[in-house]
């Protein structure tokens, strides 16, 4: 059974700190890995992807990706309180016949 | 202008009952996917279509049955439906299948009494 896990939270932080998600995957063939926010009562959006190791960086949100530790992660710089809302990871598998895998979600929280 | 859209919003039911949510996107995507939330948020594949052919079939009670009448729709219908299928299920589409992005609708929420 291919897994996805996160820690569930909840992470607080204080605004404009970082923020720092981890994510780790079962399966050491992995592809794609992805990053979405969903806010409470809302569908999830994406936030990143990340196909290589190393990082990605977008704004405030830098993705590292490392496949020999099998560990994703979504770094949020300057965090908000709008950045408040659970992050999915979401990953790949190399396995046909399957599509993503979701985390069950990290939930933060950033106060003002 | 509403990527992926899903109907109804909210779905509140009686056990036992026969029920259907639509989802329709405008991306022209390839590959259209339906995904179930349960109550601690856990967002779990249910079944996967890529140009109207069913990829995925995760296991899933035969009450569940999908169908996509063309590659810009993928319907739900779910028979004599279970407390247990109380739930948000999100309708998801994608380019093409596996490595790209998926989009989300917004979500039915649906409550069996």
């Known amino acids: 059974q291919k897994e996805v896990e996160q820690n569930s939270g909840p992470l607080s932080v204080p605004e404009g700190a970082i923020a720092s998600l981890n994510c780790t995957y079962s399966?050491?063939?992995?592809?794609?890995f992805f990053w979405y926010r969903q806010y409470s009562g809302k569908s999830p959006e994406l936030i990143m992807f990340?196909?290589?190791?190393g990082d990605k960086e977008d704004g405030r949100f830098t993705a590292q990706l490392n496949k020999a530790s099998q560990y994703v992660s979504l770094l949020i710089r300057d965090s908000q309180p709008s950045d408040s809302a659970t992050y999915l990871c979401a990953v790949t598998p190399n396995q046909a016949g399957t599509a993503l895998i979701f985390g069950k979600g990290t939930t933060l929280s950033v106060s003002s | 202008d509403t990527a992926v859209s899903q109907t109804p919003k909210y779905l509140v039911t009686q056990m036992g009952n026969d029920k259907s949510i639509k989802c329709e996107q405008n991306?022209?995507?390839?590959?259209m996917y339906w995904y179930k939330q349960d109550s601690k948020k856990f967002l779990k594949i249910m079944f996967s279509?890529?140009?109207?052919?069913?990829?995925i079939n995760e296991t899933v009670p035969n009450r569940f049955s999908p169908k996509s009448p063309d590659k810009a729709h993928l319907n739900l219908h779910i028979n004599s439906l279970e407390l247990g299928d109380s739930a948000v299920y999100f309708c998801?589409?994608?380019?093409?299948?596996?490595?790209?992005?998926?989009?989300f609708g917004p979500g039915t929420r649906l409550l069996v009494l």
């Open positions: 991306l022209g995507h390839d590959t």
């Open positions: 399966d050491r063939g992995s592809q794609s």
């Open positions: 279509y890529n140009n109207k052919e069913l990829i």
């Open positions: 998801a589409s994608s380019q093409r299948w596996r490595r790209e992005t998926q989009y």
């Open positions: 990340i196909y290589s190791n």
